[in-house]
């Protein structure tokens, strides 16, 4: 079966809604006419009993006329527009007199209804509203009046009315299903422009987006969140396409160079130290390629943020420890003089795998960018109810145009101004995102020639 468009759905909703509202309207409307004019019937029938029954007198068990001439003479001597019918019974209900208007008719006295009460019924084929009065003489009920009055010109009108209810009803619902789409094909167009302008969106254009719509409604609110989600996605991409490219890069060189290495060691004979030279030269190489990898595989494994954190007591003081000890050759080889103020135990809430990637990545910076004889001083604090961390070297430092570019994989600031200092331009950009994972505050402020400072701040 097809389904509706979204436009013709929202007519649809549209006028069932007002269909519904105009329904009850017109039922209140036909009840409250057909409530007048059967008040209005209702009250000319207790009008004509008052009036009969003033007309009559009783002797013995008969009922007599007061004046012959005139009940003969009355509109119930013709079938008007809304004629009158009248009736005498005895107690056994047979017909001891009814207004010449009856003609061969009569009405029929029914049993089942109460003295005084006003109910509809049948006279041959005409409908018809009738009371049944009891005639009393001395407290004695000698009989009964019928007094009857024509429904037909009220059903007329009522019938009338409510044909002229169902055809402006069904009018009315048509006229308000085209306007409603009418309407609704307005509102929606912004949505027309999102599908045309998302069919011509690939991943080699990206640069396309939505018009925002001139109200600031909630497709002006979809609109601006689908271009900000696009601009998320361009900019997800060119940076995959540019770590693509840079790992590319970066994983080539060493195997580039290790192969040049070798070419040259095979080409000719040559002593034990010379190749001892070589090999130890391709192994230094080879670990570097294999921290590159390490690093690329812990960037993708935290490149998705829902990775499941496994929160812990972390003892800070022992992890900064330890990193200092298996920094230890690299420490001692550069006479580098550390300090280490911590002047209490400090534990924080977080994963503990995660914070020591982050601590051995701004240490090893810390070591590798300070000049032989420099010192790196490491000071745990706690500021309003927060455990800082903050790491200070006298090394290189870093340009101030640079900060930003630190946390970019694979940049690596000041790397020709010092080509003898080895790195893979990634250390940063992993601690930049494991600090967002955990929720750590991590700020980095550097001047060149006179070193940089890192501060963890762990809530």
């Not at 027309?192 to 600031?216: A, E, F, G, V, Y």
């Not at 070798?262 to 000719?268: A, N, T």
Request: aromatic share 8%; proline share 2%; charged share 25%.
């Amino acid at each position: 079966m097809k389904q509706l468009s979204f436009k013709n759905r929202i007519a649809l909703n549209y006028i069932i809604t007002t269909g519904l509202l105009i329904l009850v309207v017109f039922s209140v409307i036909y009840s409250i006419v057909k409530h007048t004019v059967y008040s209005d019937i209702d009250e000319n029938l207790k009008a004509e009993i008052k009036n009969h029954l003033a007309e009559i007198k009783v002797e013995g068990n008969k009922v007599i006329l007061i004046d012959k001439e005139e009940w003969d003479e009355r509109e119930h001597n013709s079938v008007d527009v809304n004629p009158v019918f009248v009736e005498f019974l005895d107690l056994n209900k047979k017909i001891i007199e009814k207004a010449p208007n009856l003609k061969s008719q009569a009405l029929e006295f029914n049993d089942s209804v109460e003295d005084y009460e006003l109910f509809d019924t049948k006279m041959g084929d005409h409908a018809i509203r009738q009371i049944q009065v009891p005639l009393h003489v001395k407290n004695k009920k000698i009989g009964y009046i019928i007094v009857a009055m024509s429904l037909a010109d009220s059903k007329s009108v009522l019938n009338n009315l409510f044909d002229i209810m169902c055809l402006s009803f069904l009018a009315i619902l048509l006229l308000l299903f085209f306007i409603a789409r009418f309407f609704a094909g307005r509102s929606i167009k912004p949505i027309n422009s999102i599908i045309n302008t998302s069919r011509i969106i690939t991943k080699d254009n990206l640069k396309i987006r939505i018009p925002l719509p001139k109200t600031r409604d909630e497709l002006y609110t979809l609109s601006g969140t689908i271009n900000n989600l696009l601009e998320r996605i361009e900019d997800t991409i060119e940076r995959e396409k540019q770590f693509t490219s840079d790992a590319s890069h970066e994983l080539r060189t060493p195997l580039t160079v290790i192969k040049g290495t070798l070419e040259v060691l095979i080409r000719k004979p040559r002593d034990n130290k010379e190749y001892e030279e070589k090999i130890n030269y391709c192994i230094k190489e080879v670990d570097h390629l294999n921290t590159l990898v390490d690093q690329l595989l812990l960037m993708a494994r935290y490149e998705n943020q829902k990775q499941n954190i496994q929160t812990e007591s972390v003892y800070l003081n022992a992890l900064i420890l330890d990193v200092l000890t298996l920094n230890a050759e690299k420490i001692k080889v550069k006479n580098l003089n550390i300090k280490f103020d911590a002047q209490q135990d400090f534990y924080v809430k977080s994963d503990n795998f995660l914070v020591i990637t982050i601590l051995r990545n701004l240490l090893s910076n810390a070591l590798k960018y300070t000049n032989d004889d420099g010192e790196v001083s490491i000071l745990l604090s706690e500021q309003n109810n927060k455990t800082v961390c903050k790491i200070s070297d006298n090394g290189i430092g870093i340009e101030k145009t640079d900060l930003e570019s630190v946390f970019s994989p694979f940049f690596r600031s000041g790397s020709t101004e010092h080509p003898e200092i080895k790195g893979t331009g990634l250390g940063l950009s992993i601690v930049k995102r494991i600090t967002e994972l955990l929720q750590v505050e991590f700020k980095i402020d550097s001047k060149i020639g006179e070193g940089t400072t890192v501060i963890l701040i762990f809530s």
